[in-house]
């Protein structure tokens, strides 16, 4: 299993997202977040079709810290009912860049 994620969470506003990664970060939780904006979505929800702006943040983490740190952190001040907050594994990545992951997230 691979030791690193890149992790996808959406967020309704650019306020929310730099709330949501400067919380990952101090926490150490993130070795770093990329707020990507604006983002258009476009997905059903309780039966309706919707199609709202958003804005993704982009996350390097490890994947020891995802299911017990990193995802309640997240939902604990998430606007949303349900966030997306999905994990892909980083299979490859510069020796450098994931040392420093490592160095930065407990």
Not at 16 to 34: P, R, Y
Not at 39 to 52: E, K
Request: glycine share 4%; hydrophobic share 40%.
């Amino acid at each position: 299993m691979p030791d690193y994620l890149v992790v996808f969470i959406t967020a309704p506003s650019r306020e929310t997202a730099e709330q949501i990664s400067d919380m990952l970060v101090q926490k150490k939780l993130a070795a770093c977040v990329n707020i990507v904006s604006p983002i258009n979505s476009i997905y059903t929800w309780q039966g309706d079709t919707c199609n709202d702006e958003e804005v993704l943040l982009v996350v390097k983490t490890k994947m020891s810290l995802f299911d017990e740190k990193l995802v309640p952190a997240v939902l604990e001040m998430h606007p949303y009912d349900e966030p997306e907050i999905i994990g892909l594994p980083i299979v490859a990545g510069s020796k450098g860049y994931l040392n420093w992951i490592d160095d930065v997230t407990p």
